[in-house]
């Protein structure tokens, strides 16, 4: 996909130095630019950078003087990086814009399509689910029956999403993610065995959603297990039946969050955390990578470590698990000489 300077400049209101008509077809970082690549200089550290990259074409600032004779042409605007960011946005939905039904497909008699769609090759969509405008369904997603996908949405390649689950409009779901799967659960008997409990709830996942690669949600046992407005998840996150996370949250990569746990809102969860079941988390809290939550958490709380506990405390305490070969040594040491006072001034 080539662009003219001109195309670009027009797209970004800016203003041209050097050849309009030159081309571009990858983006490059400055430091790296080859014959053909489009850059960006923003910050003045790299500016060096701009006097030897091979880029062809740079977005720079309307107040950036060169220093030195600049071969390249220059695509002059009020702030680089943003525009440099319009840019990728609009690169993305170009390359993404993708219309019209592939073959081999199933699409069920009683499902719905909206306009302007794409469904890619060896999709399948089943009974009765409905498919809002302008959404993008790449090869191999499966849609079961009753799906409901709003407008604007993308499911890339490999996605899975069982009967019953509710998605909203402008969602991305990336690759191999399974929507809606039976929820762990599992009675067990006298004999030993364990008896499986049927999942008869759904999903629901609100408007503005990203959830990563490989990332699961297991439908409800009753009722919904409900992801709300804004919720971006990481790659391989494991969502379990009944959770509710409040809008506007983000979870880092590799968390764990078991049954029935009630997540508030604009909450922040790093990487590879622990959540037990039938918690209440609430609104504003932040919690730290690798942390272990076995009780509930007020508004605001922000804890670290397993079991987790205030953030404050546990960075003091650090300090003090670092030494604690040390401490302990130090406490052996004065245990002995208080014993050999005691011994000898003992009558």
Same mark, same amino acid.
């Given at each position: 996909?080539?662009?003219?300077?001109?195309? +670009?400049?027009?797209?970004?209101?800016?203003?041209? +130095?050097?050849?309009?008509?030159?081309? *571009?077809?990858?983006?490059?970082?400055?430091?790296?630019?080859?014959?053909?690549?489009?850059?960006?200089?923003?910050?003045?550290?790299?500016?060096?950078?701009?006097?030897?990259?091979?880029?062809? !074409?740079?977005? !720079?600032?309307?107040?950036?003087?060169?220093?030195?004779?600049?071969?390249?042409?220059?695509?002059? !605007?009020?702030?680089?990086?943003?525009?440099?960011?319009?840019?990728?946005?609009?690169?993305?939905?170009?390359?993404?814009?993708?219309?019209?039904?592939?073959?081999?497909?199933?699409?069920?008699?009683?499902?719905?399509?909206?306009?302007?769609?794409?469904?890619? $090759?060896?999709?399948?969509?089943?009974?009765?689910?409905?498919?809002?405008?302008?959404?993008?369904?790449?090869?191999?997603?499966?849609?079961?029956?009753?799906?409901?996908?709003?407008?604007?949405?993308?499911?890339?390649?490999?996605?899975?999403?069982?009967?019953?689950?509710?998605?909203?409009?402008?969602?991305?779901?990336?690759?191999?993610? !399974?929507?809606?799967?039976?929820?762990?659960?599992?009675?067990?008997?006298?004999?030993?065995?364990?008896?499986?409990?049927?999942?008869?709830?759904?999903?629901?996942?609100?408007?503005? *959603?990203?959830?990563?690669?490989?990332?699961?949600?297991?439908?409800?046992?009753?009722?919904?297990?409900?992801?709300?407005?804004?919720?971006?998840?990481?790659?391989?996150?494991?969502?379990?039946?009944?959770?509710?996370?409040?809008?506007?949250?983000?979870?880092? $990569?590799?968390?764990?969050?078991?049954?029935?746990?009630?997540?508030?809102?604009?909450?922040?969860?790093?990487?590879?955390?622990?959540?037990?079941?039938?918690?209440?988390?609430?609104?504003?809290?932040?919690?730290?990578?690798?942390?272990?939550?076995?009780?509930?958490?007020?508004?605001?709380?922000?804890?670290?470590?397993?079991?987790?506990?205030?953030?404050?405390?546990?960075?003091?305490?650090?300090?003090?698990?670092?030494?604690?070969?040390?401490?302990?040594?130090?406490?052996?040491?004065?245990?002995?000489?208080?014993? $050999?006072?005691?011994?000898?001034?003992?009558?």
């Amino acid at each position: 996909m080539k662009f003219k300077a001109n195309q +670009i400049a027009e797209i970004l209101e800016g203003d041209i +130095i050097g050849d309009e008509n030159v081309e *571009v077809f990858k983006l490059s970082k400055i430091e790296e630019g080859t014959e053909g690549s489009l850059t960006f200089l923003s910050n003045p550290k790299y500016e060096h950078h701009i006097y030897s990259t091979k880029a062809s !074409v740079a977005i !720079v600032g309307k107040d950036f003087v060169p220093k030195e004779g600049i071969e390249m042409t220059l695509i002059l !605007v009020e702030d680089a990086r943003l525009s440099f960011s319009k840019l990728l946005e609009y690169y993305s939905q170009v390359k993404l814009n993708k219309l019209g039904i592939e073959s081999p497909s199933h699409i069920s008699d009683s499902a719905t399509l909206g306009p302007d769609i794409y469904l890619g $090759a060896f999709s399948y969509i089943g009974n009765d689910a409905k498919i809002g405008s302008n959404v993008k369904i790449y090869p191999n997603v499966y849609l079961g029956d009753n799906v409901v996908i709003g407008d604007n949405s993308t499911l890339f390649s490999g996605v899975k999403i069982y009967s019953e689950t509710n998605i909203g409009d402008n969602c991305v779901i990336h690759s191999n993610c !399974v929507i809606g799967s039976d929820g762990f659960g599992f009675a067990p008997s006298e004999d030993g065995n364990y008896n499986k409990i049927p999942h008869i709830g759904n999903v629901i996942i609100e408007d503005n *959603v990203e959830i990563g690669a490989s990332t699961t949600i297991d439908r409800a046992t009753l009722g919904s297990t409900i992801i709300k407005k804004g919720v971006k998840l990481d790659n391989q996150i494991q969502i379990a039946h009944n959770v509710e996370i409040g809008k506007n949250t983000v979870i880092a $990569a590799q968390t764990g969050i078991a049954g029935s746990t009630k997540i508030g809102e604009n909450g922040m969860i790093g990487g590879q955390v622990g959540i037990i079941g039938h918690m209440v988390i609430g609104d504003n809290v932040r919690i730290q990578a690798q942390a272990g939550i076995a009780k509930s958490l007020k508004n605001n709380e922000v804890v670290q470590g397993t079991p987790a506990f205030g953030y404050s405390d546990f960075s003091k305490s650090y300090v003090y698990f670092k030494k604690l070969p040390e401490l302990v040594s130090t406490i052996n040491t004065l245990e002995k000489e208080i014993k $050999a006072l005691k011994e000898k001034y003992e009558y």
